[in-house]
């Protein structure tokens, strides 16, 4: 791409969009981030859907979107418009369309805007493998032109707004043809419609790039901005992780997402989906929305200093090139091929070494495929070396590693350690005088220590360059926290002068502070947010070996948190990933419930990938790389999938869950609990 998808990954700055009218509301240009959900009600039931629209509308929420899936729901959208005017509710009303046009050239006389898929509006999906030649491409492009043109005109006509949503899962089986199912796909299957609608001068438009993997959605995004800057566009963009799930899982996976576009200045308007109460959508978007604003007002920080060039691929996903390092018992390998580690801080003093065995024992017992694989504690006093020791001891065989993070004011008195575990310290503040830096490697060489080195985002000197390639145990690199309000932009920084200097040692990502990011959030669910931010946007740009979350309230918590940011980010699978379509009035059963039922029966199942769907809509193209699918067919009825191929046909709901766990044991992919 020759355009730039940000003014800047150091610095936030809001992407300039132009202003787009959805009824009285405006988003784009210098509006804030408007925050949307989606009714999950039966839209033919007009009394149920007004109500739901109202109460999301009085929780915050500023765009409402109704499926319509069919003509007589799109009719239905005209009652229940009157019922939530008549309750003096002006919330801008959004028709969900899918395959019919007919549905979307009713509903565009009882809304503000529509929204389109792309890939099954006007066009086909039979998962066909075809070459079309250039002109068989051009003539699908003509008949697309011919279809979609009505609606169009007629949104031109009555002053309503468009929404062009590609889903990862749903690409046309042209697309696919020629893209492929990635990101240049999504895009070029958004820019296909966009120009049809500029040949007709309509430019009320805002595009979404959805998927359920954040890193497939954040390259789809940065990549169709680019190719609009291409072409001299500016639409608006909807921001969302689609099929996110429930719960911390799902909250995680959303803020990896979009926070992520956020803090490169992108996005207009999101939704979180949730697969919950839609009212439970709107205080998570709303905590990123507001972040958002807050970014992007900030003045121009330190990092600015430096516009080290990163010489990255923002569009496709490449892990940083690191040495890799083993050591320990059990033995880890971080860096190189390996999957980021997780590094847990303990919640007691060193003074305490028996609670911290304890805590230790506890969650290797009991979470193995999500151990403590680098143990993190305090150390305020020389005095303290003796309790080292005992830990040091009676940690070998339990955790690969131990780390020592160094808080004393005088360093000058050194440990002195026996026994086999591997032991790196930490110092506090970060190094910017080569002189500092060969007197720790010393420090570290003298008393057998492994170095972890703190660095600024800044170019390394040929002396530092030299020190780090020299020193006895090769370092873990981190980034030195002392004045970079944006943790984000100065591991970017960091890791662009470690490959300007071609530096190829583990980066260990930190989320030590809270409120970072957001200083006056100072709640769970806000840090949670944080770091998902933090870890998930530079994991998703293929930085970090070692992660440590370190702003909660235990050690359990932090530990948790650090391996469920990895799983949101693909970085590593340690349990079962479950992709779960949020539920709207085309769903065939009670998704929530039915979600946890499943979990229930195998949320054990480490590495598999389940689809829950409540439709066909949401069926075998919005499930994308599951393993296996649960989709509702008719009211009752549930059809499952291994991968996209449909397997079982109009299972009783009461036998489905039963019968996906005989699926799974057929493919050969079931575990007893």
């Not at 925050?35 to 109460?55: G, R, Y």
């Amino acid at each position: 791409m020759s355009s730039p998808y940000c003014d800047s990954r150091i610095q936030p700055q809001r992407r300039s969009a132009r202003e787009v009218d959805i009824g009285a509301l405006v988003i784009g240009g210098k509006q804030p981030v408007r925050v949307q959900s989606m009714t999950t009600t039966n839209t033919l039931d007009v009394e149920a859907t007004a109500s739901q629209t109202i109460e999301l509308a009085e929780a915050g929420c500023e765009i409402v979107r109704i499926t319509a899936p069919n003509a007589r729901s799109a009719e239905a959208l005209g009652l229940i418009a009157k019922q939530v005017r008549h309750a003096k509710v002006d919330v801008p009303l959004v028709a969900d369309i899918h395959f019919m046009p007919s549905a979307a050239m009713e509903a565009v006389k009882h809304v503000e805007k529509v929204r389109v898929n792309p890939g099954n509006y006007a066009d086909h999906k039979k998962f066909q493998v075809r070459e079309y030649t250039d002109l068989q491409y051009e003539e699908e492009l003509e008949r697309l032109h011919t279809e979609f043109s009505p609606l169009v005109l007629r949104c031109k006509e009555l002053g309503r707004s468009m929404r062009i949503g590609t889903n990862h899962g749903s690409l046309s089986d042209r697309i696919m043809n020629r893209f492929g199912d990635t990101p240049r796909g999504m895009a070029e299957s958004a820019l296909e419609f966009i120009r049809i609608a500029e040949t007709h001068n309509y430019h009320q438009i805002v595009l979404s790039m959805k998927a359920s993997n954040p890193k497939v959605m954040i390259e789809a995004y940065r990549l169709v901005v680019s190719m609009m800057k291409d072409e001299d566009m500016d639409y608006p963009l909807h921001l969302g992780v689609t099929e996110a799930g429930d719960g911390e899982d799902a909250r995680i996976k959303s803020a990896i997402g979009i926070g992520s576009l956020l803090l490169d200045g992108l996005g207009d308007t999101i939704r979180v989906s949730l697969t919950e109460d839609p009212v439970a959508e709107i205080p998570v978007a709303q905590d990123l929305a507001r972040r958002a604003e807050t970014w992007w007002k900030q003045p121009l920080s330190q990092e600015k200093v430096w516009d080290g060039k990163e010489d990255i691929d923002p569009y496709t996903f490449q892990r940083r090139q690191t040495r890799a390092i083993q050591l320990g018992k059990p033995p880890l390998s971080f860096g190189g091929n390996a999957p980021p580690s997780v590094i847990a801080r303990s919640s007691h003093s060193i003074q305490d070494p028996a609670s911290i065995i304890r805590e230790v024992a506890q969650v290797q017992t009991n979470s193995k495929d999500a151990p403590v694989e680098g143990m993190l504690v305090d150390l305020h006093s020389s005095s303290e070396f003796q309790h080292l020791q005992t830990l040091a001891d009676a940690l070998w065989g339990a955790v690969p590693f131990l780390i020592i993070e160094d808080h004393r004011e005088s360093d000058d008195h050194l440990p002195s350690f026996t026994g086999m575990l591997p032991v790196f310290w930490l110092p506090q503040k970060e190094f910017t005088e080569d002189a500092q830096l060969a007197r720790f490697l010393a420090f570290c060489d003298q008393a057998s220590l492994h170095p972890i080195v703190p660095l600024p985002p800044a170019p390394l000197t040929e002396g530092t360059t030299s020190l780090l390639e020299c020193s006895a145990k090769p370092p873990v690199l981190t980034l030195g926290m002392a004045s970079h309000h944006n943790p984000v932009a100065g591991y970017r920084l960091l890791a662009a002068a470690l490959k300007s200097a071609k530096i190829e040692l583990p980066l260990w990502i930190r989320n030590r502070e809270k409120g970072r990011l957001f200083p006056q959030d100072k709640l769970f669910s806000g840090r949670l947010l944080d770091s998902s931010i933090l870890s998930g946007s530079l994991l998703c740009d293929g930085l970090g070996d070692l992660i440590s979350v370190e702003n909660l309230d235990s050690m359990d918590l932090n530990r948790g948190l650090a391996y469920n940011i990895l799983q949101g980010a693909r970085a590593r699978i340690t349990k079962t990933e479950f992709v779960a379509c949020p539920s709207c009035g085309r769903t065939l059963f009670d998704l929530q419930s039915t979600t946890q039922k499943v979990k229930q029966a195998t949320g054990h199942l480490k590495g598999v990938t389940i689809a829950i769907m409540g439709c066909i809509v949401n069926g075998p193209g919005e499930m994308a790389d599951a393993d296996f699918g649960y989709v509702g067919s008719g009211p009752g009825k549930i059809n499952l999938y291994v991968g996209k191929e449909r397997v079982k046909s109009s299972i009783p709901e009461d036998e489905a869950v039963d019968r996906l766990v005989d699926l799974i044991q057929e493919e050969g992919k079931w575990i007893d609990p």
